[in-house]
């Protein structure tokens, strides 16, 4: 692994008015592999994303690319370049297709606009070979509109648009939150298949704390703008320290351990834990090796 990661927060503060929605949080992206943010809603991971993908700007810190800076970005060339590399995959697969386009043209635009591909067979081939890599039929889906697709199907084409433009780095916001729980599967492994094959880095969003480990090498725990644990999957997840990351991991189902009142107790007194966690911020503790947990 590259000791210099692709893509990075380095102390990043966002404040929208009185709100601080993002309090000195660092996480680094590294080619083939995968960092797991995970919280519950309103926590700040999105906020991340969108600071990552230059849609709103750092109240403090920095974004870095390959260790440059992106504030000093030179001009609308760098600007795109960055764009390209750093690509994002939305919660919603229903909302972020056209409905007035066949999945073609959602595949060739890009390819058109970034890869300069004016060649009207070269085009049709790269599509086809495109929607081929994201395991889906190219002559049978090629022509179909969105609505014809089911939602495993339109992510599918959301991560080919991906590769048309080359990126890099993929932001995947809950890629699988509004799927089917029979078809999430073949999406994540999608996604693992292209972290190994094309070396991609993956910040992987989420709420379900359970697949991080099925995805991802590293885990970051959000909790109220901050990243209150994180380390390497199995550590955090075998020997959680903060007690918001012991609360979700006590909500994940598990037929083995009845829900019964004191579990029901355990799970209050955590939440009060982690809420008094979070108004007095303490200093970072590292458990053992890369594992570290700040400290209340």
Not at 187 to 211: P, S, W
Not at 239 to 259: G, I, K, M, W
Request: a neutral charge.
């Amino acid at each position: 692994m590259s000791h210099t990661p692709l893509l990075a927060l380095e102390r990043v503060g966002k404040r929208f008015g009185p709100l601080q929605a993002l309090d000195d949080v660092s996480i680094e992206l590294y080619a083939g592999r995968a960092l797991a943010l995970v919280g519950e809603s309103g926590s700040g991971k999105t906020t991340c994303a969108r600071v990552l993908m230059l849609q709103h700007q750092p109240s403090a810190g920095r974004v870095l690319f390959r260790g440059r800076d992106v504030a000093t970005l030179d001009g609308k060339g760098e600007l795109l370049a960055y764009r390209r590399a750093v690509q994002m995959v939305f919660q919603d697969p229903f909302g972020s297709l056209n409905p007035v386009h066949t999945i073609f043209h959602h595949i060739a635009r890009p390819l058109s606009l970034h890869a300069g591909m004016a060649d009207r067979k070269a085009l049709r081939a790269r599509v086809m070979e495109l929607l081929a890599a994201v395991e889906l039929d190219p002559e049978a889906t090629a022509p179909k509109y969105p609505h014809q697709l089911s939602g495993g199907q339109r992510q599918r084409v959301n991560i080919a648009r991906t590769l048309a433009v080359g990126a890099e780095v993929v932001l995947a916001d809950e890629p699988t939150s509004m799927l089917d729980v029979s078809i999430r599967l073949g999406v994540l492994n999608l996604l693992e298949k292209m972290k190994r094959e094309r070396g991609m880095a993956f910040l992987y969003i989420t709420h379900d704390i359970a697949t991080a480990r099925y995805v991802a090498e590293e885990i970051a725990v959000m909790y109220a703008g901050r990243i209150v644990e994180w380390g390497d999957t199995g550590a955090v997840i075998d020997s959680p320290q903060h007690p918001y990351t012991q609360l979700l991991l006590s909500a994940v189902p598990d037929p083995e351990r009845p829900f019964d009142g004191e579990a029901s107790q355990l799970q209050a007194e955590l939440v009060a834990q982690a809420r008094d966690a979070a108004r007095t911020p303490g200093g970072v503790r590292q458990i053992a090796g890369n594992h570290f947990v700040r400290a209340a």
